[in-house]
């Protein structure tokens, strides 16, 4: 069954009216996006996303058990672009504190996000050969910190 079908006959089993469901590039490195178009997307985003990335690891499980796995792809599921702008939002604050960390030749400490905002940064950075990335910290509190390197690296 094609990945658009299950998520519009999942959504429809919830209760969930689609205008649309479109397999789109991403700006990570070889993945998709599945974009829904709804007008219920503030029910699906939930709070701060919350809502968002349940319904994406749900949807995740009932895709990679109803395809071939050599057919299976890396996705994620963005409700009217609100991941894509989460990812872009993510990207440039990371870029602008880059940026102090080479003004002021110090390493920056983010403030605390999940594993995938971390990894968005993470990979932001692997082509910079003046700034490493490390995360720090436990729990709830891990952060990325900005490490400068300088230009004698």
Partial sequence: MKTEQIIKDFLEKLGINTDSVEKKESELDECFRYVINTPEAAVLIGNRGETLSSL????????????????????????????????????????ILA????????????????????????????????????????????RVILKYKGEDY
Avoid at 115 to 137: C, K, L, P, Q
């Fill in 56 to 95: 994406s690891h749900i949807l995740k499980k009932i895709i990679d058990k109803n395809t071939e796995e050599e057919y299976q792809e890396k996705f994620f599921i963005d409700i009217g672009d609100y991941q894509n702008k989460k990812i872009q939002d993510i990207k440039n604050r990371a870029i």
């Fill in 99 to 142: 940026e102090r960390a080479r003004f002021f030749k110090k390493n920056v400490e983010m403030p605390p996000m999940s594993a995938y905002e971390r990894m968005i940064v993470h990979s932001t950075f692997t082509n910079y050969i003046d700034i490493e990335t490390e995360s720090f910290g436990r729990g709830y509190e891990r």
